[in-house]
């Protein structure tokens, strides 16, 4: 029997040893002591201690052994390296950190969302419906668990694979796969993209259910919400559907006034004046503390500048020409890339540029009352073209810059019976006006190109709804990195990488066996 449990001792050993190297490589996984670890922990320890109670001498002179000695100090740098490893761990789970080290910060949320989380007073509890080998799973996986941690936990997301629990899904509501269901409450919204931005619009549509209403006028040759082409304001409209914003047209011909529950005014690119009656009906929504976007190109044959007569605001006719500053050597394109200070551009880090634009004059005293900020200027060295067939400066005929190209107001409502917002009469409200000599920049065909017109636009719209908190730089879109070779770069690398490299790895092979020849 002593024979048998001695043959008995290495295994017991391995068995042990075995069970400890277990009990670690769970804790270090899990981060936590469980059930489990404790039970592999007392296996192991109980196995060890059965190896030394069946013979102790034998453990002894083992153990003090030359060759145990050296062993056990490796044995202790071992324990040492798994025990750093397992505090590391711990300290990562407890301490969260993560680092974007992409070149455009891809993988950073933009501050419009990390604002929106900071304010999350209530559990979103989100369930992905995706099948386990969709790769769309990853990437929602992996942006929810930066929304967890930017919202202090406050997101929690759950993936359920529809073709193993359809019952599930069909509870759900759930009809397409890779549909994500956030729920707030009683409250649910869906979206089958897996970006920040579709994220983003959905917290916007659970925390702040009631949608402001932008209204854009019609009937005067303005940009067209539906329009797909070039000249179109589809992607606009687009955008701001994703900022929660319920975007509606008025024409002012038939309707007679600005609708009750406009939070915005907006005139885009008209081609033909306004009538009088239009006209007063803009002016009494002004008066009334309305919000009013006004995008006018130059050379057109109308004006809206008797809107802002009180204010001494006017749109220029002619076009800024800038060489100084010129999208693509366009001197009649000019780039913005220092903007006024205000809420609008705050957080803008991105330039901007205008084809075709107009100047926007306003007075350089001070208007009690009221204040005016200049959003975008051109540079010194621009100036106001009169003359449709000349590329050159005139003294006496054109206007040196630097000259507005985008203006911002701001003024107490002059109308005291409309002056209040209702039920609370405490609260004065105020008139906002923001004023671009272009329309062209946030056409469709312009934002192809990476720039900061989109933001600049939703921005003024997000400040004259007064929605200053979504004033902030979008998303980022992922980049598309692409080298383009020539056939000389193509063959250079061909050849380098298959007959270059290989054959000076073949020299020096060769080089080191003659010297040791």
């Known amino acids: 029997m002593r024979f048998s449990l001695q043959t008995l001792r290495p295994i017991l050993a391995a068995l042990g040893v075995f069970a400890l190297m277990a009990a670690a490589g769970v804790y270090l996984i899990v981060s936590e002591f469980s059930l489990v670890v404790r039970l592999l922990a007392a296996a192991g320890v109980l196995l060890l201690g059965m190896v030394v109670a069946l013979d102790p001498e034998d ?75 969709d790769s769309r799973k990853r990437e929602a996986e992996d942006l929810l668990k930066e929304y967890r941690v930017r919202s ?78 070039q000249n179109g304001y589809s992607q606009v409209k687009t955008a701001l559907d994703q900022d929660n914003v319920e975007v509606k047209t008025v024409n002012l011909m038939t309707e007679q006034k600005v609708p009750a529950d406009a939070a915005v005014l907006v005139i885009a690119g008209p081609a033909k004046d306004f009538l009088d009656e239009e006209k007063q009906a803009i002016k009494d929504f002004l008066a009334g503390g309305g919000k009013l976007l006004l995008l006018q190109d130059p050379r057109v044959n109308m004006s809206l500048d008797d809107l802002f007569t009180q204010w001494k605001l006017s749109v220029g006719k002619d076009p800024v020409v800038d060489p100084s500053s010129a999208f693509l050597g366009d001197a009649g394109v000019p780039v913005v890339q220092q903007y006024g200070f205000h809420p609008i551009t705050e957080n803008m880090r991105v330039a901007s540029f205008f084809p075709f634009v107009a100047s926007v004059s306003y007075p350089k005293e001070r208007i009690e009352g009221v204040s005016m900020v200049p959003l975008a200027e051109s540079t010194e060295r621009s100036w106001v073209e009169t003359d449709p067939q000349a590329a050159r400066f005139d003294e006496g005929k054109d206007t040196r810059g630097p000259v507005a190209i985008a203006l911002v107001l701001e003024a107490g409502a002059s109308n005291p019976e409309r002056a209040t917002d209702a039920g609370q009469p405490s609260k004065p409200r105020k008139t906002r006006v923001v004023i671009f000599g272009d329309s062209d920049f946030v056409a469709n065909n312009f934002l192809r190109v990476p720039s900061g017109n989109l933001d600049l636009f939703l921005n003024s719209v997000n400040w004259l709804a007064e929605s200053e908190e979504l004033i902030t730089i979008r998303p980022k879109e992922r980049d598309n990195r692409q080298m383009f070779l020539t056939g000389t770069q193509f063959n250079l690398i061909l050849v380098t990488s298959t007959i270059f490299l290989p054959l000076a790895v073949a020299v020096a092979g060769v080089a080191v066996w003659w010297t040791r020849r």
């Open 59 to 133: 453990v002894l002179r083992r153990l003090t052994a030359q060759r145990m000695l050296y062993s056990g100090n490796t044995a202790v740098m071992v324990v040492a390296f798994i025990g750093i490893l397992a505090v590391l761990n711990a300290l990562g789970t407890r301490f969260s950190e993560r680092w974007d080290l992409t070149a455009s910060g891809q993988y950073t949320l933009s501050e419009k969302t990390t604002d929106i989380l900071a304010r999350l007073d209530q559990p979103i509890k989100v369930t992905g419906f995706f099948q386990n080998e």
């Open 152 to 229: 202090d936990g406050k997101i929690e997301s759950e993936f359920v694979d529809p073709e193993l629990e359809p019952a599930r899904a069909i509870s759900a509501g759930v009809r397409d796969e890779g549909t994500l269901v956030f729920q707030l409450g009683d409250k649910r919204q869906t979206t089958a993209g897996v970006s920040e931005q579709e994220f983003t619009t959905v917290l916007l549509k659970l925390t702040r259910p009631e949608r402001k209403k932008v209204y854009f006028t019609q009937g005067h040759g303005e940009r067209s919400l539906e329009a797909a082409d």
